[in-house]
């Protein structure tokens, strides 16, 4: 069971944190990933972190504004998002071992 939560409508530069909870498996032994996806658009995967959280990776698109972290002790992962710009706007999906949440909704837009 994967959660998300933390979208909104926020002005182009602003900033976003968005969470993820999980249950139902081992989180501290799941690498974890975020995706997105636009309006009309596929399914993007722009940021993920493995177990431990020592290793992230980031689609070229969002390096330098996208953080992603996680929180083992809370089963949840987090993304901080910042300098959002209005092609940021998106459905935002958790997922790890085929699991996926419902998505939440950022909206970049003045």
């Avoid at 690498?31 to 493995?50: C, F, I, L, N």
Wanted: charged content about 15%.
């Amino acid at each position: 069971h994967i959660v998300e939560s933390g979208g909104g409508l926020v002005q182009p530069g602003g900033s976003l944190r968005l969470a993820c909870t999980a249950s139902g498996f081992i989180f501290s032994q799941s690498d974890m990933g975020w995706h997105r996806q636009a309006p009309g658009k596929a399914r993007e995967y722009v940021a993920s972190v493995t177990t431990g959280g020592f290793v992230s990776w980031y689609v070229d698109s969002v390096k330098g504004r996208f953080t992603i972290a996680r929180d083992d002790a809370k089963n949840a992962v987090y993304l901080q998002i910042d300098n959002l710009k209005p092609e940021d706007t998106a459905v935002y999906y958790c997922s790890a071992r085929g699991l996926w949440g419902p998505g939440t909704q950022v909206t970049v837009s003045s």
